[in-house]
């Protein structure tokens, strides 16, 4: 079979509510998630043997990562359907920051199962794919299935939201990596709040949706900025921004994301903050 590419798009939690860790030493959570027409390109192939090319302008973050998240889920793939290590040859385009709060890995983890699964011809649908992607981590499942959605418990429990309509968005990204786990341990150092999922906007317009996004929270934000003074700075850049409705941190960080009305708003401030800022990631964006 010829190469065949997917997307794996850029995860973006519009808010995040966040509970104190549990006797398992898990957070609760609840989030309403979108995601970006930008993001990773991953490329399966048939192949002798399983292999994985990093490629892309932030391939080399991933240098010495070992066991990459791409192919763990493959292989865990292959576990499942019983068929052992899959001939595959996978590449990965590397175009989103790591570490960014943006579910790269799990991301690009999603788009090779799916491929991987077409390649093989393996009787797998999408929610048994999920259930192998919940193994690699939280954000396995919601990342699998790429569609807007509200997530709780620990992230696995999605309710998928087909009213959400189309945000335009920037994504900014000041090349300050954020690590969850350090972001998390700060939270617990803090005053946590509650993972309580809000009832929905009244209506699904644009303007109503970014308004009511408004009155939620990132409970991460506050100890990422303060770990990470460039998230800060990044924020406060994007809020300055013609147009710019509402800007949020995603995630554990390091990205921050601003809402526009319009496609086009978005691509003129993205134009702006390029220029004012020629070494940060930033990217205009449709969140669906």
Known sequence: MPPVTRLAPAKVNLFLHVGPVDADGYHPLASLVAFADVGDQVTVERAERLSLTVTGPFARALE??????????????????????????????????????????????????????DALGLPFDDVALAEIAAGLGADGPMCLHARAAWAEGRGGVLTFETGLPPLPALLVNPGAPSSTGAVYRAFDAG????????????????????????????????????????????????????????????????????LFDTAAAAGAAGQVLSALHPGWWVRPTVLR
Do not use: C, H, Y
């Open 64 to 117: 010495g990562e070992g066991d990459n998240l791409v192919l763990r889920a493959v292989r865990a793939l292959g576990a499942a359907a019983g068929i052992g290590e899959p001939g595959l040859g996978i590449t990965l385009d590397k175009q989103l920051p790591v570490a960014a709060g943006l579910g790269g890995g799990s991301s690009d983890a999603g788009a090779a199962l799916k491929l991987a699964r």
């Open 191 to 258: 005053s946590p709040g509650r993972a309580d999922r809000p009832p929905p906007p009244s209506n699904w317009r644009v303007s109503t949706v970014i308004d009511w996004l408004a009155t939620r929270r990132n409970d991460l934000q506050a100890p990422a900025v303060a770990r990470t003074p460039a998230i800060g700075e990044a924020m406060a850049a994007a809020v300055g921004l013609p147009g710019a409705r509402l800007t949020r941190m995603s995630g554990s960080g390091a990205t921050v994301f601003a």
